[in-house]
């Protein structure tokens, strides 16, 4: 059965227009589990592209959690409740290099926009430095640094976006800081000063280049070196997706003053977080004091503790690490003529295709996407020109799912119409 068009109707009708769906057609997902969802039509998908479900969809161990703290009691943070604090002790364990407080959240954009104004309140300035082709979230301030939508009236002139490293293009970390220092040069003449660099250390939303190790260090260490912070946007590539590392700036080897995590942090239940040194923190509260009703409640810190439990216990970094290894090296053995780079850290992936012409080819990197559907698999496209296939599976994924999403799309790669 395909989707009724009048749900699709019902929705447009609600919700207004532009609400984007994935796929040609729709899907309408009813129920999940680990790396699996079923539709309405009781089809079952092996899910390859939600990061947010990090250790599967509905694990019970979170949801056991979540329920029994809900029955319990939910309040805002303006009652003392020791969970967050436990949780904080043991998240700001992990981070290490002085990233010891935090400002909870419901939203990786939250968190962002948060951090932002960490960062400014830390250093007296307000220039901003982020990539060209990123997404950091969806307030006002933080569309600010987005590129595909930028603000009405224009982007705000303490904002600079410097070009995105392109894997493609080869990936050299002093082009990249020089960037950076013209931008910060700019800052500082116009009067802005550096309030801060904002970058996601794998550069996911920019095509997932996969950075060497310290690739970024240059360009952290122009920005501080004129007194700017270092803003690491961890909520893709955080708690464990790149298996090497917990983190992606430990994958960088950088030293942030502010990480912002999100979307896996509470495996779908909003909550985020903005984390900083004492002194940034600080600054922050002083200058802004902070409330939030629904962030840093015992719910969300009773299923964030439930997540990191989970990825503990059952070895989810490892996994990622092992089944990540495994899988990229069986994607790099495909072959077809419009497969331009097959890269990957830890179960999180990127096929880059391009035109004969070498130019980015966003019409394979759709019918593979489609083609993997049709197989039962779901993916996405990243890229300027989407033409980037995006594979970032639930941490669950093992050796199993892994041989499933290969033939998956091997098949697939060779149904896609003949190419000269
Ligand atoms: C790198 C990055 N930062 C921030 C956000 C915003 O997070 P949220 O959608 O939870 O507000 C996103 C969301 O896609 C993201 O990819």
Redesign the pocket.
């Known amino acids: 059965m395909s989707m009724p068009s009048s749900l699709l109707q019902r929705r447009a009708a609600r919700l207004g227009p532009n609400v984007s769906t994935f796929y040609d057609t729709p899907l309408h997902i009813l129920r999940g589990e680990g790396c699996w969802l079923w539709d309405a039509d009781g089809r079952r998908y092996l899910d390859a592209y939600n990061n947010v479900p990090h250790v599967g969809h509905a694990h019970p161990r979170v949801v056991a959690a979540m329920s029994e703290q809900a029955a319990q009691l939910n309040t805002h943070s303006r009652y003392v409740h020791t969970g967050i604090l436990d949780y904080l002790d043991r998240l700001t364990g992990l981070l290490g290099h002085g990233l010891d407080q935090a400002v909870m959240t419901c ?4 968190a ?1 926009d948060v951090a932002l104004r960490m960062a400014q309140a830390a250093t007296g300035a307000t220039g901003l430095i982020a990539t060209d082709n ?5 307030t006002s301030a933080v569309t600010a640094l987005s590129t595909r939508r930028p603000p009405i009236g224009g982007r705000p002139p303490h904002v600079r976006l410097v070009p995105a490293p392109d894997a493609l293009s080869g990936l050299d970390g002093d082009i990249f800081a020089a960037h950076v220092a013209e931008a910060a040069t700019a800052l500082q003449e116009e009067g802005f000063g550096v309030a801060a660099l904002i970058v ?1 250390p794998a550069l ?2 920019e095509g997932l280049p996969c950075p060497p190790a310290g690739f970024l260090q240059p360009a952290a260490a122009q920005v501080q070196k004129v007194g700017g912070l270092l803003i690491a ?1 961890e ?2 590539p955080g708690f464990g997706r790149l298996g090497s590392h917990w983190w992606g700036f430990e994958q960088q080897g950088l030293r942030p003053d502010i990480v ?1 995590l ?2 896996p942090m509470g495996n779908g239940y909003p909550v ?1 977080a903005a984390i900083g040194t004492a002194p940034v923190v600080s600054a922050f509260r002083t200058a802004f004091g902070y409330f939030n009703t629904f962030a840093a409640s015992p719910v969300a810190a009773a299923t964030a503790t439930a997540v990191l439990d989970v990825l503990e216990e059952e070895n989810l970094r490892q996994n990622a690490e092992a089944t990540g290894a495994a899988l990229l090296a069986r994607m790099r053995s495909m072959h077809h003529p419009r497969i331009a780079d097959t890269r990957g850290h830890g179960l999180f992936f990127a096929m880059e295709f391009q035109t004969q012409e070498g130019t980015p080819c966003p019409v394979t990197a759709k019918a593979v996407v489609e083609g993997l559907k049709a197989r039962g698999v779901l993916a996405g496209a990243i890229g300027r020109q989407q033409h980037i296939l995006k594979l970032r599976p639930p941490m669950v994924f093992g050796p199993a799912e892994a041989d499933l999403l290969s033939t998956a799309l091997q098949e697939t790669l060779e149904a896609l119409p003949d190419v000269p």
């Open positions: 939203t990786g954009s939250e962002m990123t997404y950091h979230g969806n996601c996911a939303n946007d909520i893709q912002c999100g979307k985020a």
